[in-house]
């Protein structure tokens, strides 16, 4: 399958402070990115849908301001994280999707905010 | 929208032996259905998925069946290892776009934790 990876893997940050996580698709172009939150013990929630070149399309409850989402590129996708909290710490996990059904997942981002 | 449920929450079987994932979906619109296996602190790895088109499809030890009647899909790993030990997750969506070809949002079952006992 497609290799997507997500740098960083893990980060801590103080509360207040903004978090960069970026998604790339290494061996494809992908026209669709998805951004996902999962708590322990969890399933994976949809955050946003991200095409490339336009805005953002996020699920209810999600505030977009909170978590701005770029999609600059076929292969490049960012999520931030503004004025980080303790609640926002989760797994944040992307996907990426090219003309096809799948869906190929990054290994993920553990952000834990202090 | 999209419900999927998902069963049992937990599994466990001794090595050699079967198990069997279930998942049912609300949306007759659905016509794809991956399943992903997840170790921890890993993001979510697609091991098989099958198309509403078809009923069943196979890959070595890991099939699914889909029975669009009654909306819902199953996972059968057979002969299990107990490196496949993880949590399963089934997931469906539907195409969006002209010819079918590209894909909507995923929505995702709960989640089964599979124990293989060696």
């Known amino acids: 399958g497609a290799v997507v990876s997500q740098h960083p893997s893990w980060v801590i940050c103080k509360s207040g402070t903004s978090v960069k996580i970026e998604c790339r698709s290494l061996d494809f172009q992908a026209t669709t990115m998805f951004w996902y939150r999962q708590f322990p013990k969890q399933s994976l929630m949809l955050m946003a849908t991200s095409n490339e070149g336009s805005k953002a399309t996020y699920e209810q409850g999600v505030e977009k301001d909170k978590f701005l989402i770029n999609h600059a590129s076929l292969t490049l996708s960012t999520l931030t994280v503004t004025s980080a909290h303790p609640e926002d710490s989760s797994f944040y996990i992307c996907?990426?999707?090219?003309?096809?059904?799948?869906?190929?997942f990054g290994p993920g981002t553990r952000l834990t905010v202090t | 929208g999209e419900n999927v449920e998902q069963h049992p929450s937990t599994l466990s079987v001794q090595e050699g032996d079967s198990a069997v994932i279930k998942c049912t979906y609300s949306?007759?619109?659905?016509?794809?259905f991956p399943w992903y296996k997840q170790e921890l602190g890993k993001g979510p790895q697609l091991i098989i998925d099958?198309?509403?088109?078809?009923g069943e499809k196979k890959d070595q030890r890991i099939a699914v069946t889909l029975n669009k009647t009654a909306k819902h899909f199953s996972l059968h790993i057979t002969e299990t290892q107990p490196e496949d030990s993880a949590v399963y997750f089934c997931a469906a969506s539907k195409s969006r776009g002209a010819g079918g070809t590209s894909y909507g949002k995923l929505t995702f079952g709960q989640g089964t934790i599979l124990t293989v006992h060696p």
């Open positions: 996907s990426a999707g090219g003309n096809s059904y799948e869906q190929y």
């Open positions: 099958i198309r509403s088109n078809v």
């Open positions: 949306d007759s619109a659905s016509n794809y």
